[in-house]
C-alpha cells in the first residue's frame, strides 16, 4: 500500500509532500471567502426613530437578525421606539449580523414617591424631575410660608412618601400663599381655655403669640383666658379684622371670668 512512497527517493517524498502542502493550504484560502460569508455584506439602516414593527420589516428586507438587548422608559418617546441600534446606522456589516436594538419600553416603571413637603416649590419641582415624575397642577393654602409645598397629591388625594407609582405620573402641590389676602375676624377667646382657644384658633389659621399665666397657675389647661390681644371688637365696637397667620396674646388666670355676651 505504501510502495509509491517506500519505493520513490526522500527527495521525490518532499517535494511531493510540499505540494500537497501547498494545494491544501490553496484550497483553504479558497474557501475562507465562502465559509465566512466573505464579500457578502450589506449597510445597517437607520432605525432611530423608528416603530419596533418598522424597523423589524427594514432588518428582514436588509437580510439581518435582530435582537432587543434592553428597554428604557422616555417619556416623550412611544412605547416600542427605537431608541438606539448597534452597530449604528450606516456602517457595513455582514449580511448575517445580529443587530441590537434598545426599545422605549411599554409601561413605565415603578418609583417611589419622594417626601416633599416643607420644600420651595422649585427644589419639589427639581426633586420630582430627577425621579421622572412632572407637576401637574399647583393649589394655594393660606400659610406664612409662601411656595413652600403643604401637601402632595396624586389622582386627587394626599399620597404618602414611598409610595410606588409610574414614572411620568402628575403630581398636584398644594403651596402656602404666604398668610394669604382676605383678612378674617379676630375670635373671641375669653371664658375659654386654652385647649378650646385653640381648636378655635388653628381653625381659624391664626396663631398665639404670648401666653401669660397668673401666679401660682400650674400651667395652660389648668385656666380661662380672661384677656386677650388683639381684642374681638375695638373701641367702637366693631369686629377687629386681622391676616390669617397673625398671633394673638393671651392672658391665662385661674377663675372663669365673667363674658360680656355683647362685645365678646
Do not use: C
Not at 484550497?27 to 439602516?45: D, E, I, K, R, Y
Not at 439581518?64 to 441600534?85: A, G, H, N, R, W
Not at 401666679?215 to 386677650?228: E, P
Request: a negative charge.
Amino acid at each position: 500500500m505504501f510502495d509509491f512512497i517506500t519505493k520513490r527517493s526522500l527527495g521525490f517524498n518532499m517535494v511531493v509532500g510540499l505540494l500537497l502542502a501547498l494545494l491544501l493550504f490553496g484550497f483553504f484560502l479558497f474557501s475562507l471567502g465562502w465559509v465566512t460569508g466573505h464579500g457578502n455584506a450589506s449597510t445597517v439602516p437607520n432605525l432611530t426613530g423608528k416603530s419596533f414593527e418598522e424597523a423589524k420589516l427594514l432588518l428582514e428586507k436588509a437580510g439581518f437578525e435582530y435582537e432587543i438587548q434592553d428597554s428604557v422608559y422616555v417619556d416623550t418617546v412611544p412605547p416600542l421606539q427605537i431608541i438606539k441600534q448597534i452597530p449604528d446606522a450606516d456602517e457595513v456589516v455582514k449580511s448575517n449580523r445580529t443587530i441590537l436594538l434598545i426599545v422605549r419600553s411599554v409601561d413605565p416603571p415603578l418609583v417611589e414617591m419622594p417626601n416633599l413637603i416643607g420644600y420651595s416649590f422649585r427644589n419639589a419641582e427639581v426633586v420630582l424631575g430627577t425621579m421622572d415624575l412632572n407637576v401637574g397642577d399647583t393649589r394655594f393654602r393660606p400659610d406664612f410660608a409662601r411656595n413652600a409645598v403643604l401637601e402632595q397629591r396624586y389622582n386627587g388625594a394626599p399620597i404618602a412618601a414611598g409610595t410606588r407609582i409610574r414614572k411620568g405620573s402628575l403630581i398636584t402641590l398644594v403651596l402656602g400663599d404666604g398668610i394669604g389676602d382676605q383678612p378674617i375676624g379676630v375670635p373671641g377667646l375669653i371664658g375659654l381655655n386654652y385647649a378650646a382657644a385653640k381648636a378655635i384658633i388653628d381653625s381659624s389659621r391664626l396663631g398665639f403669640g404670648a401666653i401669660v399665666l397668673d401666679a401660682g397657675l400650674r400651667d395652660t389647661l389648668s385656666g380661662f383666658i380672661y384677656r386677650q390681644s388683639p381684642a374681638r371688637l375695638d373701641e367702637d365696637g366693631l369686629p377687629v379684622k386681622i391676616r390669617p397667620g397673625q398671633l394673638i396674646d393671651i392672658w391665662i388666670g385661674a377663675d372663669r371670668p365673667v363674658i360680656d355676651t355683647l362685645n365678646n
